[in-house]
């Protein structure tokens, strides 16, 4: 009996470097499509976070939501954390002065279990790059792995399926508005975050309100106070996140992550870069995040 060969067969390419010490990312895909040099798929897998490969994170440093968090390194499949749940509260008043009054005594810890998923982004590829192997390993380390950054920074902050509530939804979020411009109402908001025993260690914010507070001098004196200030358009304009990002959540890297050659899959049946980085996402105290929505003035 004759049977017939399926119309895409993936290639999996394991090279020399996959945790990324010699080499970059593109490189390595690059050298795999090359090896390849047929019509199939073919994949590289990684060891390593692609986005953190990004060439110019090290001449301008510039803080993602995933460098606000801890990060745990843990196997495949669901890890388990401890969560503590505030119990509701029949009014707003601030924290008592002993420890039987302020918040934390009342904390419910249980035991949870978070799962991981893949966040994954397709970029096109143009036409003729495949000759071009240096050329398409810069084209991947420094536009692909960018937008790939981008995509986590959403997952985030807004959720990836099942596997990850995002930071801006999380259950016991606490939450405050403004009428005046965000940039305005940090340094309240960053005092709300300790009201539950925390430290604010980190903001998140989109690029409009980050420039705000470069011109205002407030980034230099919170960078001072070690708060740290991720920018991303993944946050509206009118908002801002702040917390303890640290103590109250951790990032679960599985070392998992991979660049696919995937042959025909783009809208125009051209061949596209599908950059995929798995990660999970553990809160372990969501009363430590204060949102600030309001109404900025432009």
Not at 16 to 29: K, R
Not at 49 to 77: D, M, N
Not at 216 to 242: E, K, P
């Amino acid at each position: 009996m004759t049977t017939t060969a399926p119309a895409h067969r993936e290639v999996r390419q394991l090279l020399a470097d996959p945790s990324i010490t010699g080499s970059t990312p593109g490189q390595e895909f690059a050298q795999a499509a090359v090896l390849e040099g047929g019509s199939d798929d073919v994949t590289v897998p990684f060891r390593v976070y692609l986005p953190s490969a990004f060439p110019l994170f090290a001449e301008r440093p510039r803080y993602t939501v995933r460098h606000l968090l801890k990060t745990a390194t843990i196997r495949e499949g669901a890890a388990p954390f401890v969560s503590e749940a505030q119990p509701p509260r029949a009014d707003d008043a601030p924290s008592g002065v002993t420890y039987a009054t302020s918040f934390e005594a009342a904390f419910v810890p249980s035991l949870q279990n978070a799962e991981l998923a893949d966040v994954t982004v397709d970029v096109p590829i143009p036409k003729g790059l495949l000759a071009h192997p240096r050329l398409l390993g810069a084209f991947v380390d420094y536009r692909v792995l960018v937008r790939a950054g981008t995509c986590e920074n959403e997952a985030l902050l807004r959720g990836s399926g099942s596997a990850i509530t995002g930071l801006l939804d999380l259950p016991g979020l606490r939450r405050t508005t403004t009428r005046g411009r965000p940039v305005d109402a940090l340094l309240d908001a960053a005092a709300q975050v300790e009201e539950t025993g925390g430290s604010c260690d980190g903001i998140v914010a989109h690029p409009a309100v980050y420039w705000q507070a470069v011109e205002s001098g407030l980034l230099a004196r919170l960078a001072q106070a070690g708060v740290r200030i991720a920018r991303t358009r993944m946050i509206a304009q009118d908002q801002v996140l702040l917390g303890d990002f640290r103590a109250a959540a951790t990032l679960l890297d599985p070392g998992d992550s991979a660049l696919t050659l995937r042959r025909g899959a783009g809208p125009d049946g051209g061949d596209v870069i599908r950059a995929r980085s798995r990660v999970g996402l553990a809160v372990h105290l969501p009363q430590h995040f204060v949102l600030v929505s309001g109404v900025a003035d432009r």
